[in-house]
């Protein structure tokens, strides 16, 4: 299974699912730049997995910045859901 920096199995998306989305992969693997690529060129540039490459993690939970701006802006999960990890989280 494969799990995308943001978190999202990419085999639950019904985008992946459908064959508009050539999948994901965390912000670690050696993939995740051609992954951010292919997504780009199709017109759907990822942020978040922009930002994980960047912060050398390889998912967004375990970045010490999550939530950050980027997943207030971008990210799959709602703000309120966002919100409560933040408040868990103590940031």
């Not at 494969?2 to 199995?9: E, K, L, W």
């Not at 992954?35 to 970045?63: D, H, Q, W």
């Not at 010490?64 to 701006?69: G, V």
């Amino acid at each position: 299974m494969v799990i995308a920096a943001c978190g999202i199995a990419c085999e639950v998306c019904a985008l992946y699912d459908q064959k508009k989305c050539p999948g994901c992969a965390p912000g670690t693997d050696e993939e995740a730049p051609a992954k951010l690529k292919a997504l780009t060129e199709m017109g759907f540039p990822c942020p978040v997995l922009e930002c994980a490459i960047n912060s050398r993690v390889a998912y967004c939970l375990s970045c010490d910045k999550f939530p950050c701006d980027v997943h207030y802006r971008w990210s799959p999960y709602n703000k309120e859901l966002l919100d409560i990890f933040k408040k868990l989280l103590n940031r």
